[in-house]
């Protein structure tokens, strides 16, 4: 038999017993426990809601609480444009913190540069997503100097969000706000939406 084939066999049985062996110790790790935190979340002011709707002779708006960010549709019910200054919109979290936020279509490393306002016309609708720019950062893995090592951690490389509402069971009855002040023909009205968390639930899933 050629030396080739010996040393090609070899590779291939060595292949095989790292296979082999990374099954192995996989099959004898314990089992690990991810916790989900889930929250039951009420509009309380202006109105209380629980949908999460708002309405007056200006405007409608409903939100929705997501993992990251809040989403919101409105719609201008006055004959007049409504302008949306996103630099003055802010978030203040369960803790009391005062955070600026960006919307769609703000890229991550933008994040702290002026943003353009939108405009909702007349009698029309305007979908968005408020973000606290706070919450993003970009996570670095350091280099080992082994390139398989490093092609592995470069896929974990890349802007990251933190959850809108940080993990934890002592946050019930807890609230967090949504400053929105809104320019109608150059006056302003300072909407301030009010949001309770009114109970949390914890989920332990088995990996």
Do not use: C
Request: no cysteine; proline share 6%; glycine share 4%.
């Amino acid at each position: 038999m050629p030396d080739w084939l010996e040393i090609l066999g070899g590779v291939i049985l060595a292949g095989l017993i790292a296979v082999m062996m990374q099954l192995l110790e996989n099959s004898t790790k314990e089992p690990q426990t991810v916790t989900l935190y889930h929250y039951d979340i009420s509009l309380e002011d202006p109105i209380q809601s629980e949908t999460l709707e708002f309405t007056d002779s200006l405007i409608s708006i409903k939100f929705e609480i997501r993992k990251k960010e809040i989403g919101f549709n409105i719609k201008n019910k006055s004959n007049r444009a409504i302008k949306i200054n996103w630099d003055e919109i802010v978030y203040i979290s369960p803790s009391g913190a005062a955070h600026r936020v960006i919307h769609s279509g703000i890229r991550y490393i933008d994040r702290d540069k002026p943003q353009a306002p939108s405009v909702i016309p007349p009698n029309a609708y305007f979908s968005d997503i408020i973000v606290p720019s706070d919450n993003i950062y970009y996570l670095e893995v350091p280099r080992t100097g082994i390139v398989d090592l490093d092609l592995k951690n470069l896929k974990l490389e890349g802007w990251r969000v933190h959850d809108l509402i940080y993990p934890a069971q002592d946050l019930k009855g807890k609230t967090f706000k949504v400053y929105m002040p809104l320019e109608i023909d150059g006056e302003k009205k300072n909407y301030t939406f009010t949001f309770k968390i009114k109970d949390v639930t914890i989920e332990e899933i088995k990996l």
